[in-house]
Structure formats: structure tokens, C-alpha cells
């Protein structure tokens, strides 16, 4: 069975500083890894997948996420957060189907 | 952009009713899926449906829930007798494909109907 654990239910960052959202994972075989934001009161939206190529991924809106398997990791940052980064962030994970196993989420606050 | 449509976004609903979200996939999506989020909790996949059929499903997914795709355009969850328990923000995904290489397997979700029931 596969499992993500997001580290931080919530985080606050100043606007221009370095987003950092952890996500660490679990699986018997080799995964692969999403992260979708959601804004207030709209549905999920991926930011970026990890499919056994490159290991650091390029999303939408500045993201990035490094796939690093010998730390079971796949985190989530952006050099520099804008206001409108503000939303909760989900990690998840699938084993070739589509199914999806999700973190619990990391809410992410943006201070002027 | 293509995107998938839930109808409604919010429903009430008195404990012990039947109720009906609708889902409109993307139109040239084959798999199609039900997730829900309690208030508080993780995203939680409960079925989905390939092929006219379910292909798998959580422990979740008991007998009060049924999915159909009654007319090649919507895609619909019913919960037969609704329990306190089954409030939440349901999600209505879909993808293309469904593969090793994982191209073109991005679920497109849609934006949720939040059903609480009373």
C-alpha cells in the first residue's frame, strides 16, 4: 500500500521569500508523484507530475519539485511567493493507475 | 480549457434521502473518477470507471453508493440513503489514459459539490 505524509498542515511565508512544502512518501514499487494546489472554493488543479523521467519536475506558476528516492521525498518549492500563492497545496501519489493517494494538505498563508 | 463540471455545488440533504451528484467529464476523457474530502480530512478516492464499468473501488465505496454514466456525457454518484457521516466536498475527476509510461494521465478535477447532510 502507498501513503504521503506532508510535513506542516499549514505555513507562512513572506511575499518574495522561498516556499517550501514537504511531502515524503511510501511505496513498495516506483510511484508516481503529483502535487495539486487548490484555491478558495475551486476544485484541484496540478502543478506538477513526477513520471520516472527527470527527477526535479518544472510545474505551472514558478513551482518545482525534486523527486529524490534514497529520501523518499518529493517537496515542493518556489524561490520567490506571490500574494496570490496563497491556496492549500496536496501532495499525492499513484502506482501506474490513476488512483490517487493523497497527503493531508498544507495550507499555505502569504504575508505582505 | 476543457474542464470538468459538477452539478450542484452545494446540496443539502435530510439524513435517510437519495441523492445525485453529476459530473460532466472532458469529452474525450475514458476514465472517470469519485474522490471526497471531509471537512478537515485527506482527499479520499473512493471508485472508478473505465469501460462502463467499475475498476476499482475503496473500502469506502460501500452499498449505498453507486456511480453510472447514464448518456455518454455525464458521469453520476448516488448515495442511496445518506448517512450524517457522508457530508462533504465530493470531486468529480476524469483522464485520458490510464498508463506504466504515465502519459497523458493527469486527472482533471472538477470543483467539488459540497453535500451536507442534516
Known amino acids: 500500500a502507498q501513503s504521503v505524509t506532508q510535513l506542516g498542515s499549514h505555513v507562512s511565508v513572506s511575499e518574495g521569500a522561498l516556499v517550501l512544502l514537504r511531502c515524503n512518501y511510501s511505496s513498495s514499487v516506483p510511484p508516481y508523484l503529483f502535487w495539486y494546489v487548490q484555491y478558495p472554493n475551486q476544485g484541484l488543479q496540478l502543478l506538477l507530475k513526477y513520471t520516472s523521467a527527470a527527477t526535479l519536475v518544472k510545474g505551472i506558476n514558478g513551482f518545482e519539485a525534486e523527486f529524490k528516492k534514497s529520501e523518499t521525498s518529493f517537496h515542493l518549492t518556489k524561490p520567490s511567493a506571490h500574494m496570490s500563492d496563497a491556496a492549500e497545496y496536496f501532495c499525492?501519489?499513484?502506482?501506474?493507475?490513476?488512483?490517487?493517494?493523497f497527503g493531508g494538505g498544507t495550507r499555505v498563508l502569504v504575508k505582505p | 480549457e476543457p474542464e470538468v463540471t459538477q452539478t450542484p455545488s452545494h446540496q443539502v440533504t435530510q439524513m435517510g434521502q437519495e441523492v445525485i451528484l453529476r459530473c460532466v467529464p472532458i469529452?474525450?476523457?475514458?476514465?472517470f473518477y469519485w474522490y471526497r474530502q471531509i471537512l478537515g480530512q485527506k482527499v479520499e478516492f473512493l471508485v472508478s470507471f473505465y469501460n462502463n464499468e467499475i475498476s476499482e473501488k475503496s473500502e469506502i465505496f460501500d452499498d449505498q453508493f453507486s456511480v453510472e454514466r447514464p448518456d455518454g456525457s455525464n458521469f453520476t454518484l448516488k448515495i442511496r440513503s445518506t448517512k450524517l457521516e457522508d457530508s462533504a466536498m465530493y470531486f468529480c475527476?476524469?483522464?485520458?489514459?490510464?498508463?506504466?509510461?504515465?502519459?497523458?494521465?493527469?486527472?482533471?478535477f472538477g470543483q467539488g459539490t459540497r453535500l451536507t447532510v442534516v
Open positions: 499525492a501519489i499513484s502506482l501506474g493507475g490513476n488512483k490517487l493517494t
Open positions: 469529452s474525450n476523457h475514458l476514465y
Open positions: 475527476a476524469s483522464s485520458f489514459s490510464q498508463g506504466a509510461l504515465g502519459m497523458n494521465t493527469e486527472a482533471f
